[in-house]
């Protein structure tokens, strides 16, 4: 079995800072790329960033320059910094990871359970 487990959301007043992280574990052989996304009420789940395992990283335009993604190899950890966060920013935060279980398994998407991010005065 594998988990991915975030943390590290909350309240925040706009223009604060908060740092996600997600860890996978259980039963891994490879992580591929790992990432985030955000899905606020009514709204279809959306890309933030994604970084790969060598640490090429890809981020929505709405978030260049305020967010940044990486991770620990090590630890199966990939981490969001964000700063200058907006109200537009509130909404449900999800990790993901594209890995094997084993070397003969196929690459399967894995998710987090969400992080609620809050951005209000």
């Known amino acids: 079995q594998v988990q991915l487990v975030e943390s590290g959301g909350g309240l925040v007043q706009p223009g604060g800072s908060l740092r996600l992280s997600c860890a996978a574990s259980?039963?891994?052989?490879?992580?591929?790329?790992m990432g985030w996304y955000h899905q606020a009420p009514g709204n279809q789940r959306e890309l933030v960033a994604t970084?790969?395992?060598?640490?090429?990283?890809n981020y929505v335009d709405s978030v260049k320059g305020r967010f940044t993604i990486s991770r620990d190899n090590a630890k199966n950890t990939v981490y969001l910094q964000m700063n200058g966060l907006k109200p537009e920013d509130t909404a449900v935060y999800y990790c993901?990871?594209?890995?094997?279980?084993?070397?003969?398994?196929?690459?399967?998407?894995?998710w987090g359970q969400g992080t609620q991010v809050t951005v209000s005065s």
């Open positions: 993901n990871a594209d890995l094997r279980r084993t070397s003969w398994s196929p690459v399967t998407r894995y």
């Open positions: 970084i790969t395992s060598g640490g090429s990283t």
């Open positions: 259980g039963s891994i052989f490879s992580i591929s790329v």
